[in-house]
T-cell receptor, first 112, second 110 residues
Framework: SQTIHQWPATLVQPVGSPLSLECTVE??????LYWYRQAAGRGLQLLFY??????ISSEVPQNLSASRPQDRQFILSSKKLLLSDSGFYLC???????????FGDGTRLSIL | EDQVTQSPEALRLQEGESSSLNCSYT??????LFWYRQDPGKGPEFLFT???AGEEKEKERLKATLTKKESFLHITAPKPEDSATYLC???????????FGPGTRLSVLP
């Protein structure tokens, strides 16, 4: 069966510091991969998605970037965090065609 | 632009008190509508996919239905463990990405 791992579960970072969140998927090949941000009381906002190694599509212009160095690895990064980057970050995967999406347990990011 | 709204924003039920959650959507051709359950501090857990109007899916105390403009998640005789936020999402026919609604926060009191 397929599993998705995200780490860390929680992270507290100062403003201006760098960020690296990692997501890996097991048990499937060539998945579509997604990064979402969820603000309190709001829907999931799609940040990035990838259909293959090195292929990244950005949905929202922002202070973040994503990379896919391996088939089942997806990384969310920032060079300098802003207060507005605080939130709950979720990684998800799907088979080709996009249905359904399966989520990891998320990273709670707090910026001080 | 594809949009999803959910109502009510929050719902409190007594154990055993059946009710329904609503998901209204606007999409340029529906490829699929999805229901998820999300517990606090966790990622969403996939529940159902619905593809066409008239379709129904069931899982334990939950039943999802679909029309051309909305979907309902019916909860029959809920238990406290059904307390969670329920999210609805749509996938347009011309895309791979999902558009999520803001969710309904359900509390079931013993």
């Amino acid at each position: 069966s397929q599993t998705i791992h995200q780490w860390p579960a929680t992270l507290v970072q100062p403003v201006g510091s760098p960020l690296s969140l990692e997501c890996t998927v097991e048990g499937t090949s060539n998945p579509n991969l997604y990064w979402y941000r969820q603000a309190a009381g709001r829907g999931l906002q799609l940040l990035f998605y990838s259909v293959g190694i090195g292929q990244i599509s950005s949905e929202v212009p922002q202070n973040l970037s994503a990379s896919r160095p391996q088939d089942r690895q997806f990384i969310l990064s920032s060079k300098k965090l802003l207060l507005s980057d605080s939130g709950f970050y979720l990684c998800a995967w799907s088979v080709l065609g996009g249905q359904p999406q399966h989520f990891g347990d998320g990273t709670r990011l707090s910026i001080l | 632009e594809d949009q999803v709204t959910q109502s009510p924003e929050a719902l409190r039920l007594q154990e055993g008190e059946s009710s329904s959650l609503n998901c209204s959507y606007t999409v340029s051709g529906l490829r699929g509508l999805f229901w998820y359950r999300q517990d606090p501090g966790k990622g969403p857990e996939f529940l159902f996919t619905l593809y066409s109007a008239g379709e129904e899916k069931e899982k334990e105390r939950l039943k999802a239905t679909l029309t051309k403009k909305e979907s309902f998640l019916h909860i029959t005789a809920p238990k406290p463990e059904d307390s969670a936020t329920y999210l609805c999402a749509v996938q347009a026919a011309d895309g791979q990405n999902f558009v999520f609604g803001p969710g309904t926060r359900l509390s079931v009191l013993p």
